[in-house]
């Protein structure tokens, strides 16, 4: 681990917008910094200097100013920027350095040809359909919901909405009707627009059944929006308004309500694997700063920039792709599968577009590896400057992977984050180098530590992630939460007073950090804290498995318990003693004894959520007894069948007593 893959050029400070950032703190606020980790403690230190100088440095456009920039550093309950008034949609819409016929959303999908807007004609189509969401009754505060994929309508829906001082939230169209009303019903909509269906790769998916029963299960709604996506000679349901209605042409003039900083913006959810999905509620100040800050400081963004990630709309990543415009990017969207009709379909999608930042998830890096694809010899990748990884921890190798076929001149940022903060908090910086298997730095104004069994900060070694001061991105708080008990419960309750995300994390002595795995589903053997991230980096290494899935059965006695692997072999492998006995020395080898399975079996596919994670959790449930509808919600699943074959290796375990 560790071996350095990338190097800042000697001019960065020239050539990147941290750098400009560094020469403004110097020039405005007679503040010197020697390097990052200096500027990442003032960051963390002086929480009131920091993000008002991102405010200000970044010329937020506020309706009314602040009256002080923190008042209660407290968590939960910090209170940021109080008294200001601003609106989102206003400050992403500046797109600043951008002129009016420059294109600012390029889209593309497997449902139609590709879709350009220009910065006028973004905000001019956010203009119409905020002119027909008054005409339908929407006022500040008031629910719009978005049953769309990751295409313009669903962008200026947003937008939209926002301006209005509405709150945005969106699901995506895979999503099953059971997962959609779990997390709609909680925040009774008042208006609905959703398409007719999509196209995923060649397959068309037709979601009108799932509609109705979408409807028929909001109460709330008042009106209801039809998108002819699929297909586009299609009729809207008559007691629906067609898209082209809501965005009918108007003089009215694009205006913004100007809302408190922590207003809100849009409620996302937790994956709700288990239970009600937690409605998290996101404020328009926080999320603009974050995004800001991100973008911009970390991620090198501006004018010159188109801004790839690949993601769907029931996932935090489009919320933080869409922000772009905010620091002037340009945004590319895509909409359908990532592997029609080869792994290779985004890679050609990034030089098409001219993209130059390209992220997407560590699973999909690893499956490009895995097929022995050579991106820069099937794309010219040229242009792209950054590689965004998300979504899982990215080992060594896909690092290798990387630089030695997709460009060696590219910075790759691996991060973590989450819905709950809506960004990552650890992640690259274009100052620092890129070690192989390492997280650069914890991002500014992120106070993360790793703390160990009795609370206390460690260096070196492997600990609980947690934030020990307030960002302005954390929630508002969680719909439907008058006193705040779901929220501190959710992350407040281990510590109190400091956030606790859930994560095993280690930070190494200059800052760089080490994600393996969540902590809920650690693999706890003899004492040793192992986390899944480096288990399946050796198992999937084999080129037998295409797919697995760890989970550790404690013993209630104190006992080592048992450690379970279930494989997901190549097509037409069948599980047998030498693969097993290959596994096992392969575990042994590269990660210690205390990883070897005390049992192998084959599966047809591992669990995943809809944005392609492990539900080491759930399996771990319904391996213990757990019966499968209550271990997991099934309609956040991307392959929910997936499920029966561990209640079936359950019940086969279950020992009968006479």
């Known amino acids: 681990m560790g071996d350095v893959l990338w190097t800042p050029p000697a001019d960065i400070l020239q050539r990147s917008r941290i750098g400009n950032y560094l020469s403004w703190l110097r020039e405005h606020r007679g503040l010197d910094f020697a390097d990052y980790d200096a500027l990442w403690r003032w960051s963390v230190t002086d929480l009131d200097a920091f993000w008002r100088s991102i405010w200000d440095h970044f010329e937020v456009v506020a ?53 350009t807007l220009t910065a006028a004609q973004l905000r001019d189509q956010v203009r119409r359909v905020a002119a027909g969401l008054r005409r339908l009754g929407v006022v500040a505060g008031d629910r719009v919901a978005a049953y769309a994929p990751n295409i313009p309508e669903t962008y200026v829906l947003l937008l939209a909405t926002s301006s209005l001082g509405a709150i945005f939230s969106s699901c995506a ?21 959703a398409v007719d269906g999509y196209r995923y790769g060649d397959k068309p998916v037709d979601r009108r059944g799932e509609v109705a029963a979408i409807r028929a299960a909001l109460p709330s709604l008042e009106h209801t929006v039809g998108i002819a996506y699929l297909d586009p000679s299609g009729a809207t349901p008559s007691d629906a308004l067609s898209w082209a209605e809501l965005a009918a042409d108007t003089d009215e003039s694009l205006t913004f309500t100007p809302v408190a900083f922590d207003h809100p913006l849009y409620v996302l959810y937790s994956s709700g694997t288990t239970g009600l999905p937690k409605p998290i509620v996101h404020g328009h100040g926080g999320i603009l700063l974050e995004h800001l800050k991100m973008l911009a400081l970390h991620h090198d963004l501006g004018p010159a920039d188109r801004f790839l990630w690949f ?49 997407t998830s560590a699973p999909f890096l690893l ?18 400057r950054g590689l965004g990884s998300t979504g899982a921890p990215l080992p060594a190798e896909g690092f290798a992977w990387v630089y030695e076929t997709v ?35 914890r991002a500014l104004g992120a106070k993360v530590e790793a703390r160990s069994a009795d609370g206390t900060p460690v260096i070196g070694e492997l600990g609980e ?30 510590y ?17 950090c080490v994600i393996t795995g969540r902590s809920d589903a650690t693999l706890n053997r003899g004492g040793v804290r192992l986390g899944t991230a480096e288990f399946y980096s050796v198992v999937e290494g084999l080129a037998e498995v295409v797919d697995s899935v760890v989970v550790h059965l404690e013993d209630d006695e104190g006992g080592a318990g048992e450690l379970l692997l279930f494989v997901v072999l190549a097509e037409g492998l069948e599980l047998d003693d030498e693969l097993r006995r290959t596994i096992c020395r392969e575990l042994r080898t590269a990660l210690s004894p205390r990883h070897v399975p005390d049992e192998i079996h084959q599966v047809r596919a591992v669990p995943r959520t809809l944005s392609a994670k492990k539900l080491e959790v ?28 561990f209640a079936t290796f359950a019940q086969r375990r279950t020992p009968t007593h006479p």
Request: with cysteine.
């Open 465 to 494: 992630l947690v934030i020990t001061e307030p960002m302005p991105s954390m929630p508002v708080g969680f719909w439907n939460d008058a006193d705040g008990s779901r929220y501190r419960e959710a992350y407040f309750d281990l």
């Open 173 to 193: 169209p895979e999503f099953g009707t059971r997962s959609v009303t779990d997390r709609w019903q909680q925040i009774a909509p008042k208006v609905l627009v």
């Open 311 to 359: 993601t769907t709309t029931g996932w935090m990543m489009w919320n933080f792709l869409v922000s772009g415009p905010a620091v002037g990017a340009a945004i590319v969207l895509f909409d359908g599968n990532p592997g029609h009709p080869d792994l290779g379909a985004l890679w050609r999608l990034a030089e098409e577009t001219g993209t130059t930042y390209f992220g």
């Open 63 to 115: 309706h009314t100013p602040p009256t002080a920039t923190l008042t209660d550093r407290g968590m939960p309950g910090a209170k940021w920027f109080p008294g200001a008034t601003l609106n989102y949609a206003e400050n992403v819409l500046r797109m600043p350095g951008r002129a009016d016929d420059d294109p600012v959303v390029i889209a593309h999908g497997q449902t139609r040809p590709p879709v």
């Open 367 to 384: 499956a490009c590896r895995k097929a022995g694809l050579v991106p820069a010899d099937i794309a010219d990748l040229s242009a792209l």
């Open 618 to 645: 759930p399996v771990k449930k319904i391996l213990t007894g757990t019966p499968v509808d209550s271990a997991a919600a099934k309609g956040a699943l991307a392959n929910p069948e997936s499920l029966a074959a």
């Open 496 to 512: 109190p007073g400091v956030w606790r995300h859930g994560d095993w994390i280690t930070i190494n002595s200059r800052g760089g």
């Open 407 to 441: 460009g060696d001149r590219l910075q790759l940022q691996s991060l973590s984050g989450g819905t709950d903060v809506c960004t990552g908090f650890v992640g690259g910086v274009p100052l620092l180098p890129v070690h192989a298997g390492e997280i650069a730095c």
